[in-house]
């Protein structure tokens, strides 16, 4: 099993800065990728970013690119979503999700076995 720990949400301004931690522990060595997903009011589950575990590539949503970044920290078992320039649209209920097999859609829910409770992100105008 592995158990997932999610911090950093809250309220900011738009044009602010936001950064989400997710802290894996359990059987972390089987996670081969860690992602980000965003649930906005009226709106669908939908992808962020994500970060394969035993190189560090990163993939993204095309509206995420060159404003938001996932990271990793090998050491603390930790990924990262840092969140720049945010706007209204990107209030959402943010998940930090876990993949322990080799997945072929980084973006598709259904790839991932174990899932954070969510955060709640607030962007005001």
């Known amino acids: 099993q592995v158990q997932l720990v999610e911090s950093g949400g809250g309220l900011v301004q738009a044009g602010g800065s936001l950064r989400l931690s997710c802290a894996a522990s359990?059987?972390?060595?089987?996670?081969?990728?860690l992602g980000w997903f965003r649930q906005a009011p009226g709106k669908e589950r939908e992808s962020v970013a994500a970060?394969?575990?035993?190189?560090?590539?990163?993939y993204y949503a095309d509206s995420m690119k060159g404003r938001f970044t996932i990271s990793r920290d090998n050491a603390k078992n930790t990924v990262y979503l840092e969140m720049n320039s945010l706007k209204p649209e990107d209030t959402a209920v943010y998940y930090c999700?876990?993949?322990?097999?080799?997945?072929?859609?980084?973006?598709?829910?259904?790839?991932?076995?174990?899932w954070g409770q969510g955060t709640q992100v607030t962007v005001s105008s």
């Open positions: 970060i394969r575990w035993s190189d560090g590539s990163t």
């Open positions: 359990g059987v972390t060595f089987s996670i081969s990728t």
């Open positions: 999700a876990a993949a322990t097999h080799i997945i072929s859609s980084w973006s598709q829910l259904y790839e991932y076995n174990f």
